[in-house]
């Protein structure tokens, strides 16, 4: 058994009766439930995701139900890409980051707009924390990738 106490990390052999066996494991699924709803977020890194998606948050009715239309996923997919080539242009390491990118770039199709814009803005929150500079950059492509398209897809229609 491993563990076999709250506090006790290491093995433990020995026998025991079929209650006794069950009692333990209740007690291992306990720890494995306790464990699961520890919070390990980072608090500076959760303040900067709050306040970045106060920012980009869609205030319409429907933002938390309905996805982006296609122009709009196509505008995110491609904003995407371009910070992901900003990364491996100039070697930058910020863990987890290529992780965030992908999951977001996947839903982009599948998730409501404010899903898709709280993962973008756990993207910006990440980078804000490692780099001041690069955030400024991340921000900077958002606004002329983005809003500027958008708008021109607007007065286009």
Known sequence: MS????????KKRGQGKAQAILERFNAWVSLIKRYENLDFEDPILKKYDSEIFEYFKILEDDADID????EQQV???????KIEKIIEKEKIEIDGLNFLIEESKLSV???SKNLVM???SKILAKTRKSSLQ???????VFKKKCWKE????????
């Open 75 to 81: 505008l995110l997919l491609r904003y995407l890409e």
């Open 67 to 70: 996805p982006f239309n296609i």
């Open 109 to 111: 199709t599948k998730e």
């Open 150 to 157: 958008a708008i021109w897809a607007e007065l286009l229609n």
């Open 118 to 120: 709280r993962r973008i």
């Open 134 to 140: 690069l955030f400024k950059d991340f921000l900077e």
């Open 3 to 10: 563990p076999w106490a709250d506090t006790v990390n290491s």
